[in-house]
Structures are given as C-alpha cells and as structure tokens.
C-alpha cells in the first residue's frame, strides 16, 4: 500500500518534471524566435478568455482541523469544465475574468472512516492573464454535494449524503497551443449540514497538479 509520504513524493516529482519541462519548452521557443525573427509565433492562435477549457487535477490532502479524532489521507481526483469569460478587466497589464467552472469529484480515502466520496461541485473562477496568455493565477471557491460510504466508526462522517465546500488557488502554464499545466493548493470541507445526529465535518489542506486543455 502506497504512504502518505510516498504519495507525496510523487506528486512533488510530477510538479518538479512539468516545471523543467516547461522551462525548456520556453528555450526552445526562445531559439525559435531569435533563428527566425518573427514575432506573430509568440501569441496562441486562439484567445485563452474566450476559449472553453477541460482540466484534470489530482490532489493529496491531509486533515488539518480537529473536528474529528480520526487520521485522514484523501487522494482526489477532479474533472472540471470551464467556460469562456463572462467579465473581464484589464489589470496589470494582462486580463482579470471570471468563468464558470464544474466539476466532477472522484475520492479516494487512504486513512479515514470512509473509503470514497462521490460527487459535483460549482464555482465561478477568478482568473488574471499575462498579455503572452501563456501564464495565469487562478482562485476558486465554491461547493456542492455527493456520497461518502459512511459507517459507524466514532469520527466518521453520520450519513453517506455529504455537502462538499472548497477553496483552490495556484497558476497555471502554457506547454504548447492547447496544453496547460498546473499546480496549487486545496481547501476542503465535508460535511452533512446538521441533517444526521453524527456530524463531525472534515477538513483537509493539500497540493494539487494538474493539466488543462483549450479548446
């Protein structure tokens, strides 16, 4: 069985590899435009705030709060839909825009009452541009709902019907026309609302990596 601190070292070797990658993606780009002199190469083909977006992001989160006794790992995995901007500002020389945002929410509970939570969330997304369009910060905040296989160990979660709340920031990178990478950090609450007697509510703090395609 993988460990915490394993799992953790994946991801940081992921975050580490795409990093480089990029890096020389953005030499060899360098090359280009320096051998050939021409600077219409440098902007996408297509404007990123007027573009529709698939991302997948993973995570590691550990709990953070002492709502519950027990120890929890969660590993999730996210399927997220973007649309085109429905505001948008000029700051700092680049775009400030606000999307929506869907999501998809597989999770798997390594240590915990629990073994897995399904469900969806909503959010618009806050997001700043450069001029280039090949880097941006991002910040969500939102929530939703799902399932949790609940059971009847003492900190576990009362009810399988779950509430999810979140808060997710990081940046995002161009690796080629269509291909973004990501890393940041998550912010997770689950919790049934009061609706069962046993509500202890979770909440967990971890890294996040992912990629995203425009479109």
Do not use: C
């Amino acid at each position: 069985m993988l460990t915490s601190s394993s799992i953790f070292t994946r991801i940081a070797s992921l975050l580490l590899a795409s990093l480089l990658l990029l890096s020389q993606a953005q030499r060899l780009q360098a090359g280009d435009n320096d051998l050939s002199d021409v600077s219409d190469t440098a902007a996408p083909t297509k404007n990123v705030i007027d573009s529709w977006f698939i991302d997948f992001d993973t995570a590691a989160l550990w709990k953070i709060t002492n709502t519950t006794d027990l120890n929890y790992f969660i590993l999730p995995q996210t399927l997220s839909w973007r649309s085109p901007h429905i505001f948008r500002w000029d700051l700092g020389g680049g775009d400030l825009i606000v999307r929506n945002r869907l999501s998809l929410l597989t999770q798997y509970f390594q240590q915990g009452a629990e073994s897995y939570y399904l469900g969806f969330s909503g959010s618009p997304a806050l997001e700043w541009w450069n001029a280039e369009q090949n880097f941006s910060l991002y910040f969500y905040i939102g929530g939703g709902a799902g399932f949790v296989d609940s059971t009847n160990i003492d900190g576990g979660q009362g009810q399988d019907f779950t509430f999810n709340w979140f808060v997710q920031t990081g940046a995002r990178f161009r690796l080629n026309e269509t291909l973004f990478v990501t890393g940041g950090l998550l912010f997770q609450h689950l919790s049934n609302q009061g609706l069962s007697e046993r509500n202890p509510g979770l909440n967990a703090l971890g890294p996040t990596f992912g990629l995203s395609w425009q479109f």
